[in-house]
């Protein structure tokens, strides 16, 4: 069973940053898709973005286009999440996930087989 590892997730203040970044020992993440998923108490899991196998394509929700960013680096095998402009209503637990995809990738919670154990992040003042 391939897992992920995420890292990353931290307590900061509305306006703050954080890098959470993926990971994993068994499995290369420059052959997978990989995306970004966040679960709200009392809230189903979203996701926030993801990037394809070849990093020629991104997407990200309507609630944090234009304050997050998505990058690969293949050399260290991470796939990491640049945060900026933080709000209270970005907390949640992150989860990262991959898929073995050709194209662009995908938001949707059914295309990904592969996940890990989640990253806290809590922005509160």
């Known amino acids: 069973q391939f897992q992920l590892v995420e890292s990353g997730g931290d307590l900061v203040q509305p306006g703050g940053s954080l890098r959470p970044s993926c990971t994993s020992s068994?499995?290369?993440?420059?052959?997978?898709?990989i995306a970004w998923f966040r679960q709200a108490p009392g809230k189903e899991r979203e996701g926030v973005s993801c990037?394809?196998?070849?990093?020629?394509?991104?997407n990200f929700s309507d609630s944090v286009k234009g304050r997050f960013t998505i990058n690969r680096d293949n050399a260290k095998n991470t796939v990491t999440l640049r945060m900026r402009g933080l709000k209270p209503e970005d907390t949640g637990v992150y989860y990262c996930?991959?898929?073995?995809?050709?194209?662009?990738?995908?938001?949707?919670?059914?295309?990904?087989?592969?996940w890990g154990q989640g990253t806290q992040v809590t922005v509160s003042s």
């Open positions: 996930a991959a898929a073995a995809s050709l194209g662009v990738c995908s938001l949707s919670n059914n295309q990904y087989k592969y």
């Open positions: 068994d499995f290369a993440l420059s052959q997978y898709a």
């Open positions: 990037i394809n196998l070849s990093s020629t394509f991104r």
